[in-house]
């Protein structure tokens, strides 16, 4: 298994999905074979999985598709290697990613861009478009990245996989490297609802390494039709507005599914999201600016020389850091300066209070709602590159749910033919906390 997919990486190396390869991997994969004969019980013996880049496993590169990380070797595993590998799987190597998560379409990367594998020409989304390019054109089954806004399942949507964004605190952040840690949380993508399952009973559970971490066990299965009967879905109203047609027809398509399955359907208001984005950028920034500080070359990475410390530290920081995150540690730094605190960070904290509250009121009268998971498919290469608003809008479906720390899923859910190439187009269901297990046997009952 191991050999079959560094040889697809090997193959596909135009798609730019890897940055590094695991020195570790051979060595991992005669372990796990060792322990199957020896009669252990496996979930994932010997399952070849990429991790996006910024998440830890000893030996291997950890970059965050940053230049101010070249160079920089894991001492240790993250949480979710650790429990992988634990379960047989082997980690292959790492993806290619928005530097730092930064941003919706794999661009923004020290590395250059991730290809779209359904279209070269095309984008894979972001910020883990690197592990979603991945699954997509089969190099591993699985694949980990972290969504902080969207940045699993947009990616997912754009290049025809499934995803899932756990609940906050679900699946452990120890050892995933910080953009906003209030927001952040690892999530799987892979082809089936069936293999989310098998990832997301690894991977999810308490881990007193994290200070966030929750206390849930998980028993996670995909579903079938039968498990769709009775549930009540409400349709975002908010997210109706401004789809391309193909978008539009996709979720129509899974609607009628639903109904067919014996699904109860109806629009349901969430009227505070149309500050999400927002509210986003102004609590995404700031934690950002904060967590990046420990960036200075004095510790980690690449170091540039300078007359004194603080030279040095300014040198590595402007060297080593790409237009996007310096944008966001600087707008962050100046929203939760004293005299704009009030008026931005503190403003947007409110806003993130009343969309868990519509969230809530919501799922008074739902068991799950619906949305599409972007209101586009894959866009080009450089479409959005020179305005950050556009690129922010990518957004405008996902957000909430991370500001609201609620679990939720994308699917895909059909095609829209764009220029001559079919282009895959994703739905999002998204569950009240802890009900991440109900999203994986909906994916499954739609399938
Ligand atoms: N695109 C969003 C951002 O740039 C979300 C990224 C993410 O989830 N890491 O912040």
Redesign the pocket.
């Known amino acids: 298994l191991l050999q079959g997919a560094l040889a697809r990486i090997e193959a596909a190396r135009d798609l730019n999905a890897v940055t590094s390869l695991n020195p570790g991997a051979a060595a991992q994969a005669q372990a796990a074979q060792a322990r199957l004969e020896a009669g252990e019980q496996l979930p994932l013996a010997g399952v070849p999985v990429l991790l996006k880049d910024n998440i830890n496993a000893a030996g291997t590169q950890t970059s965050c598709a940053s230049r101010i990380l070249a160079g920089y070797v894991s001492p240790y595993d993250a949480t979710v290697t650790e429990r992988l590998v634990a379960a047989g799987a082997v980690i292959v190597g790492k993806t290619n990613m ?1 530097e730092f ?4 379409s794999t661009e923004s990367s020290a590395f250059g861009p991730t290809l779209n594998p359904w279209d070269t020409a095309r984008v894979p989304g ?2 883990s478009g690197g592990s979603a390019a991945a699954v997509a054109a089969c190099l591993t089954p699985v694949s980990l990245g ?6 699993v399942r947009q990616p997912a949507a754009l290049t025809g996989v499934y995803g899932l964004k756990p609940t906050y605190g679900r699946v452990s952040r120890y050892g995933l490297v910080a ?1 906003a840690s209030s927001l952040d949380v690892v999530g799987p993508l892979a082809r089936s609802a069936g293999d989310l399952a098998l990832l997301m009973n690894v991977l999810a559970g308490y881990d007193p390494r994290d200070a966030t971490s929750l206390h849930a066990p998980a028993q996670f299965r995909a579903g079938t039709p039968d498990d769709l009967r009775g549930l009540r879905v409400g349709v975002v109203r908010e997210s109706l507005e401004g789809n391309t047609p193909g978008v539009e027809a996709a979720l129509r398509g899974t609607l009628d599914a639903l109904r067919g399955a014996g699904v109860t359907v109806q629009e349901v208001s969430l009227p505070t999201t149309a500050h999400a984005i927002a509210a986003y950028y102004l609590i ?1 920034m700031p934690e950002a600016s904060s967590n990046l500080a420990r960036f200075d070359g004095m510790v980690y990475g690449a170091r540039q020389p300078g007359a004194d410390v603080e030279g040095s530290m300014t040198a590595t920081r402007e060297a080593g850091f790409g237009r996007e995150v310096q944008r966001r540690i600087m707008l962050g730094t100046y929203a939760l300066s004293s005299g704009y605190y009030d008026a931005y960070y503190s403003k947007a904290m409110k806003v993130r209070r009343l969309i868990a509250e519509d969230f809530a009121r919501a799922f008074r009268d739902y068991d799950v709602l619906v949305t599409p998971t972007s209101p586009f498919p894959a866009f080009r290469r450089g479409e959005k590159t020179r305005d950050p608003l556009a690129m ?1 809008a ?2 405008v479906d996902t957000v909430a749910v991370n500001l609201a720390g609620l679990p939720a899923i994308s699917v895909p859910a059909g095609f829209e033919t764009v220029e001559g190439k079919r282009l895959p187009v994703g739905v999002q269901f998204i569950a009240p906390a802890l009900q991440d297990e109900l999203l994986v046997r909906l994916a499954g009952g739609l399938e």
């Open positions: 928005d998560g930064m941003g919706s972001g910020s972290s969504d902080t806004g969207g940045s953009y995404a922010y990518a957004d």
